[in-house]
């Protein structure tokens, strides 16, 4: 560089863009001001200013060495009104989603990285006609095929005496009852539909601003991206500009799904009907049957190839649906559906349900081969990382498939949870399957079977748990003599230390969360198979099956079944009324809402039918602001994100243009960027993105304690600039009772991060490091003062250093 022939010029206005972490807060918290002033956006995003400060960058001598203070509140797109605990009811579908996005990082393994995409889009498929079927378990099999055509159990339920036999009414023949009760699970599926559609047009159908800035990714297929987060010499995913517009994909899912869920639903109705005719005959002509089961057949394996076509484009934004597809496939199916009911609906005279439906069959289909699919993931997933092994990755790179059994797991109890209580219902007294005089024969008996290894799956869970437990009573006794180090100029107090310490062993249990979600996902692997295995050996129940075996074999199996109902009942109970309570007390929705800030921050690239993603609207508001407000006031700023907040700020970062991210400073506190999101989503966290983050933006700080569970570090100051990490920050700030502290600090963990004195230090450093000194460049380049990108030749330095001719001091490594 040519020496600067000018002096620095006025640094001009400064902001702080502050975002919050989980859990939710309020714009009057953030800015500690009771009447704040919404600057731009809506009810449910939006950012915010004190009143005074609405005129701030016109007169930036009122606030002096402080930045002016906004705040940006989104807690209301994951916790706003009641209809968010529905929620509750599409877990499984968002945990099979997270799936999508822990692949390991790939590098040139493009083909790889699209077969692992495929297979999580097919296990979600599966979760979808499993809900369904368990729609249709309860509606079609055990209330019109099995109560409806028993007297006794249809006498007792007045709701369902114009479906009984006794009656003999129109609706009494069996196949009629079928399609009647079929408008239950189409209903369900038509309401999943309206709630994936309306959140469509809210989320991916909002398209965000872009600017004129090539994605210099290289060129490749406009999928998922077949390189890491930071493709060789290229922007990384989450910089790319289709990354956070998923309009089409979710269009595509959510039409290919409902197609689904209408099949399904028009293969119970129909294969009853076509069963009778071919074994019985009857009026209705066999080859009807035939016919619409080749339809069937036909409509899921279109349904099949949409799922296995090309996923997300990230590298440009795809304005462009899928309109015939998105429009008659699931036409088409609902149009099946009508069809399979009038089929079904023909007058049978000699028609008798007796026994139950084909539902074993459906759901030992189902659990096998969702089996099958995670099998050949965990086979993906492995090939991946061995290519491209990153030490600090979860599980060897296995936490995708984890989480795809785990997702698999949850529905099948909340399948096998509604078809016991249901079935416990319309018997009364009796008990469904164990033969002790039911008045019907009711759920399948796998789902009996998945119930009885859940107090297995806890027994087995109890040795790792034992294990961490005795772990971190371990890690906080060798603790104890560090804390009393830290803190040697006060009085020792053993229950002071013991607690600190207690405090800190227990918050570095989120890095053992591997240990437990192993464990689970192979026991319900190895357990599903086994139950599947029983279920069709023996046919009936575990309490019956093991008859003869012994009477310690025969009491172990019999309390195992029972143990599990009521667990699995109880479980169903507890979802419920949180649900409930959810609904109308918003405090408990926000807690609810902690779990959809994890879980919902990735787009739905894997099911459409899963809470939407909230960092599609977060990111765009986040980085049209920073752009915006830079580009107009040529003024500093500092994005400061603590928690999950941290994880969205670096985000829009990301997809700042060069000249805005010059201009930005990100500071976070309490962060997971690493500690979570880089372990169990390292091809977009991993450390190549975030290196490559650290080089393009200007300066970063990160803040974090070793009491905090959530937050760590980011393990990024190997490079030559100035370095991202600072701590671990003294957690409480004062030992004991002291005179100026008479009362016991508080332990903050993850929390009040602001109070430090530390924070303030480290934004006025970061704001110093912003300030231009604009060089006159030899070859007159650098006329008007404008300094260049990151990464290019100009006053800026590319390593996330201070700008050129500011003193090293400056850069907070010493002072922070």
């Not at 979570?676 to 700080?701: D, I, K, M, N, S």
Request: proline letters at 8%; hydrophobic letters at 45%.
């Amino acid at each position: 560089m040519p020496p600067a022939t000018q002096g620095p010029q006025s640094p001009g206005p400064a902001l702080e863009l502050l975002v919050h972490g989980v859990g939710g807060a309020t714009p009057q918290d953030m800015l500690d001001d009771p009447c704040p002033v919404r600057v731009t956006g809506d009810a449910t995003a939006a950012v915010y200013r004190r009143a005074v400060d609405m005129d701030a960058e016109q007169r930036p001598e009122r606030h002096g060495d402080r930045p002016i203070a906004e705040a940006y509140c989104w807690s209301n797109l994951t916790s706003g009104n009641g209809s968010r605990a529905l929620w509750l009811l599409l877990l499984p579908f968002m945990v099979v989603n997270l799936a999508h996005w822990m692949r390991p990082t790939a590098r040139s393994r493009t083909r790889a990285v699209r077969l692992y995409g495929v297979l999580v889009r097919l296990v979600a498929l599966s979760l979808t006609v499993l809900l369904t079927a368990a729609a249709c378990e309860v509606a079609l099999d055990l209330a019109a095929w099995q109560c409806a055509g028993v007297p006794d159990c249809s006498n007792r339920r007045s709701w369902l005496g114009f479906l009984s036999t006794d009656q003999g009414g129109w609706w009494s023949q069996p196949g009629r009852r079928l399609a009647f009760a079929a408008v239950v699970p189409t209903a369900l599926v038509g309401l999943l539909w309206f709630l994936s559609n309306r959140t469509w047009s809210a989320y991916e159908s909002q398209r965000p601003l872009t600017w004129d800035e090539p994605d210099d990714s290289g060129p490749g297929p406009a999928h998922d991206p077949g390189t890491s987060g930071a493709s060789a010499g290229g922007r990384p995913a989450l910089g790319r500009p289709g990354f956070w517009y998923g309009r089409r994909l979710v269009a595509r899912l959510r039409a290919v799904h409902t197609a689904a869920g209408f099949l399904t639903v028009a293969a119970w109705v129909a294969g009853a009907a076509a069963r009778h005719d071919r074994a019985a005959g009857g009026p209705v002509p066999a080859i009807l049957g035939r016919l619409i089961e080749a339809a069937l057949v036909l409509g899921a394996l279109v349904v099949l190839w949409a799922v296995c076509r090309r996923g997300r484009s990230e590298r440009r934004l795809d304005s462009r649906l899928d309109r015939t597809l998105i429009t008659w496939l699931p036409g088409a199916a609902l149009a099946l559906l009508v069809l399979s009911s009038v089929f079904a609906a023909w007058s049978r005279p000699a028609w008798v349900s007796a026994g139950a439906l084909s539902g074993d069959i459906t759901f030992s289909v189902l659990t096998l081969g969702q089996a099958v699919l995670v099998v050949a993931l965990v086979g993906v997933a492995l090939g991946l990382y061995r290519r491209t092994p990153e030490p600090r990755t979860v599980m060897g790179g296995l936490g995708g498939p984890a989480v795809a059994m785990l997702a698999c797991a949850l529905g099948g109890l909340m399948t096998g949870g509604v078809a016991q209580r249901v079935a416990d219902w319309l018997d009364g007294p009796g008990t469904p399957g164990m033969g002790r005089s039911p008045v019907i024969e009711g759920p399948p008996v796998l789902l009996s079977w998945q119930a009885s290894v859940i107090p297995v799956l806890l027994v087995l869970l109890t040795v790792p748990a034992a294990l961490l437990l005795l772990r971190t009573w371990l890690a906080a006794r060798a603790l104890e003599p560090e804390i009393d180090g830290e803190y040697a100029g006060a009085r020792p107090d053993p229950v002071r230390t013991r607690q600190i310490a207690r405090i800190r062993a227990t918050a570095a249990l989120t890095d053992s969360a591997p240990w437990i979600l192993g464990p689970v996902a192979g026991a319900s692997l190895l357990l599903g198979a086994a139950a599947v295995g029983g279920a069709w050996a023996s046919g009936e129940v575990p309490g019956l099956a093991m008859e003869g075996s012994g009477p310690f074999v025969e009491s172990v199996a019999e309390t195992a079944q029972a143990t599990g109902s009521w667990l699995i009942g109880l479980g169903f109970l507890l979802f419920v009324t949180w649900g409930r309570r959810a609904y109308r007390d918003a405090s408990a929705r926000r807690t609810i809402g902690i779990l959809w800030d994890v879980g919902t921050f990735w787009p739905r690239a894997a099911h459409p039918f899963a809470p939407p993603c909230y960092a599609e609207r977060a990111v765009p508001d986040l980085a049209s602001r920073m752009s915006g407000w830079t580009a107009r006031t040529r003024g500093r700023l500092v994005i400061s994100g603590h928690s999950q907040g941290s994880v969205l700020a670096a985000s829009a970062v990301w997809q700042l243009p060069a000249g805005a991210r010059s201009r930005v400073a990100l500071l976070t506190y309490g962060s997971p960027i690493e500690r979570l999101y880089a372990r169990w989503f390292p091809a977009y966290f991993g450390p190549g993105p975030l290196a490559e983050l650290h080089r393009t933006v200007h300066c970063w700080r990160n803040l974090w304690r070793a009491t905090d569970p959530i937050g760590g570090r980011v393990r990024l100051d190997e490079g030559p600039g100035p370095e991202v990490d600072r701590g671990p920050l003294k957690d409480p700030l004062v030992y004991g009772r002291t005179p100026e502290h008479p009362l016991l600090e508080p332990v903050r963990g993850h929390s009040d991060y602001q109070a430090d004195p530390v924070f303030a230090q480290e934004r006025a450093a970061l704001l110093e490091r912003l300030t231009p000194v604009l060089p006159r460049q030899a070859d007159g380049a650098g006329a008007g003062g404008t300094p260049k990108a990151p990464g290019r030749t100009g006053g800026i330095r590319p390593t996330g250093g201070h700008p050129t001719g500011s003193p090293q001091g400056s850069s907070g490594r010493s002072s922070g």
